[in-house]
C-alpha cells in the first residue's frame, strides 16, 4: 500500500529555516538523504520532492471562458506543503514508522526537530485508472 | 520547469462527493481521466495520485525514544490535499492554464466547480540548497 508523507509549514516557519546556521542545515540534510537511502534499499521508496518557496504559491481558479485566473494572497496561518515522500509499505505503523524517523531529523544544535508529519493513504480508484 | 498542482478539500469534502449523483461523479471521473490522457500525450505527465479519505489522515511525530507518535487530531478549519498532479511545462503561465483546466472540471448537474487549486514549482537545484529534494 502507498502512503504519502507530507511535511507542511507556515511561511514564517519557512524563514527559520532558512535562519538556520550552514552547519544544522547540513545534518538536517544528511540524515533525510540517510533515510531516502535505506528506503531505496529497503525496496519502499517510491519518491520524494521538495517545493520551491511558499511566497512563490500561487492560487488558480478557471474562469467561464476557461482562462486561469491567479491568486497569490493566502492566510497569515496557511500551511504550506515544503516536501513529501511516498512510500511503499505492508502496514499503516511502517508508514507511521518511517514519518516518526523524519520528523526527528535534527535541527539547530541537533536537536531533533519533531516536526508534524501528515500520512495519508493513496486512493485505491484513481491509482488504478490512472497508471 | 516542474509544478505541483494541488487540489484541496475540507475534512468532509470526501462525504460532500460521494453524495452526488452517480451520473456526476462519473462525468467528473471521466474529465479527469481524459485531462491525464491529454498531460501524457503532450509529454507534460510527471505523476498524479488521488488521496484516500481525508478521515484516515494522521499525524505523526517522533517521541523522545524516537517511536512514531500518531495523533488524528486536525484544527477545523484545516484543508486537506485531495490529490495533485506533478507537470513538466516550459512555463509558469502554461502551470496556470493547466490548474485552470483542472479547476474547471464539472461538478454537480455538469457545472464547471472552478475549485480552488494551489501551483507550487517543485524544487530541481542541486539537494545541498534544498530541503528535501533527493530524485
Known amino acids: 500500500m502507498k502512503y504519502i508523507l507530507l511535511m507542511s509549514g507556515t511561511k514564517a516557519g519557512v524563514e527559520g529555516y532558512h535562519a538556520w546556521s550552514q552547519k544544522d542545515i547540513q545534518t538536517h540534510m544528511a540524515v533525510l538523504r540517510g533515510i531516502t537511502k535505506q528506503l531505496t534499499e529497503s525496496g519502499e521508496f517510491v519518491a520524494t520532492q521538495g517545493l520551491a518557496e511558499p511566497a512563490e504559491a500561487m492560487v488558480v481558479r478557471g474562469e467561464k471562458n476557461g482562462m486561469p485566473v491567479t491568486d497569490g494572497i493566502f492566510p497569515e496561518s496557511k500551511e504550506f506543503l515544503l516536501g513529501y515522500w511516498i512510500v511503499d509499505v505492508a502496514t499503516p505503523e511502517r508508514a507511521y514508522a518511517i514519518a516518526g524517523r523524519i520528523s526527528a531529523a535534527p535541527g539547530p544544535g541537533g536537536v531533533p526537530t519533531n516536526m508534524p508529519m501528515e500520512v495519508r493513504r493513496f486512493a485505491a480508484y484513481d491509482q488504478s485508472k490512472s497508471q | ?135
Open chain 2, 1 to 135: 520547469m516542474k509544478y505541483i498542482l494541488m487540489m484541496h478539500c475540507p475534512r468532509t469534502g470526501y462525504d460532500t462527493f460521494g453524495a452526488w449523483p452517480k451520473k456526476d461523479i462519473e462525468a467528473h471521473m471521466a474529465f479527469m481521466l481524459a485531462f491525464n490522457k491529454a498531460l501524457r500525450e503532450s509529454g507534460e505527465w510527471v505523476s498524479g495520485e488521488g488521496l484516500a479519505d481525508p478521515k484516515q489522515a494522521k499525524i505523526v511525530r517522533a517521541g523522545k525514544d524516537g517511536l512514531p507518535i500518531t495523533d488524528g487530531v486536525f484544527p477545523e478549519s484545516k484543508e486537506f490535499l485531495a490529490g495533485y498532479w506533478i507537470v513538466d511545462v516550459a512555463s509558469p503561465d502554461r502551470a496556470d492554464a493547466l490548474a485552470a483546466k483542472a479547476s474547471a472540471a464539472p461538478g454537480p448537474g455538469g457545472a464547471p466547480m472552478n475549485m480552488r487549486i494551489e501551483v507550487r514549482q517543485v524544487m530541481s537545484g542541486p539537494p545541498e540548497q534544498n530541503s528535501c529534494n533527493e530524485s
